[in-house]
C-alpha cells in the first residue's frame, strides 16, 4: 500500500476544539506510541496532558484525521518551548503530514511569543528534522527506552494578525514559505486570536 493522499493533497493542521477532537488526538497517539512502537506500556498520556497552558494539535488529510503533535512552554515566560507526540497513521504517512505538523507547532508557539523550541527525536527521524531547520544539540539520549536526540530550532516572530483577522494575509506566521492553515474560527487555551 502506498498510502492515502487527501483529496487535492489538502492537508492542515488545528488546535483541538472540542472534547471529541482530544479523543481522536490522544486515540492516535495511543495507536502509534503503545501499539506500534511499544514505547509505553498502556498510555502516553502524561502529566503534561492535564496542563492549562499544553496545546493537542491534530493534522488532518482531507477530511480524516491523520497525525498529532503536542507543544507547552518549558518556562514562566513562554520564551522555550517543547513539541513531542508527533504522530501520523501509518496510512497517510505518505500523504506528507508531518512537516505541516512540525511546521504548525513552529509557527504557534512563535505566534505565543516563544524564542525557541526544543524536541526529543527518534535518531530515524534526525534527517527529516533537519531538512525543516532543527538543529541537533549533543549526543543520542535514552528517552521513554529509545535513542533519541536533543534537537532545537529558533522561532519565527510573527507579527501577521491572526488568519481571519483584519489585516491579515490568510497565510498566518510562515517558515520555509509555508502557510499554518487552521479552519476553527475559535480555540481554546490560548486564545491565538482566530
Known amino acids: 500500500m502506498t498510502g492515502l493522499r487527501a483529496p487535492g493533497d489538502l492537508l492542515f493542521c488545528r488546535l483541538v476544539a472540542e472534547p471529541g477532537e482530544l479523543a481522536i488526538h490522544h486515540r492516535i497517539r495511543h495507536q502509534i506510541f503503545v501499539g506500534e512502537q511499544q514505547l509505553f506500556p498502556e498510555?502516553?498520556?502524561?502529566?503534561?496532558?492535564?496542563?492549562?497552558?499544553?496545546?493537542?494539535?491534530?493534522g488532518w488529510c482531507g477530511?480524516?484525521?491523520a497525525g498529532t503533535v503536542r507543544l507547552y512552554p518549558l518556562d514562566a515566560g513562554g520564551s522555550s518551548w517543547?513539541?513531542?507526540?508527533?504522530?501520523?497513521?501509518p496510512e497517510f504517512r505518505a500523504a506528507g503530514l508531518g512537516t505541516p505538523?512540525?511546521?504548525?507547532?513552529?509557527?504557534?508557539?512563535?505566534?505565543?511569543?516563544?524564542?525557541?523550541m526544543l524536541a526529543h527525536v527518534q535518531v530515524a527521524n534526525e534527517r527529516f528534522f533537519t531538512?525543516?531547520?532543527?538543529?541537533?544539540?549533543?549526543?543520542?539520549?535514552?528517552?521513554?527506552?529509545?535513542?533519541h536526540l536533543l534537537m532545537t530550532i529558533?522561532?519565527?516572530?510573527?507579527?501577521?494578525p491572526a488568519v481571519g483577522q483584519e489585516g491579515s494575509t490568510g497565510?498566518?506566521?510562515q517558515r520555509g514559505g509555508d502557510p499554518v492553515q487552521r479552519r476553527?474560527?475559535?480555540?481554546?487555551?490560548?486564545?491565538?486570536?482566530q
Open 154 to 160: 529558533a522561532l519565527p516572530t510573527c507579527t501577521e
Open 63 to 65: 477530511e480524516v484525521p
Open 101 to 116: 505538523l512540525v511546521r504548525f507547532a513552529v509557527a504557534t508557539a512563535g505566534r505565543l511569543g516563544g524564542v525557541s
Open 171 to 173: 497565510l498566518g506566521c
Open 82 to 89: 517543547q513539541g513531542d507526540r508527533l504522530a501520523v497513521l
Open 131 to 147: 531538512r525543516l531547520g532543527w538543529t541537533r544539540q549533543g549526543d543520542v539520549e535514552l528517552y521513554v527506552g529509545r535513542l
Open 184 to 193: 476553527t474560527p475559535g480555540v481554546r487555551k490560548p486564545d491565538l486570536g
Open 43 to 58: 498510555s502516553d498520556v502524561d502529566a503534561h496532558d492535564a496542563r492549562e497552558d499544553v496545546l493537542h494539535v491534530l
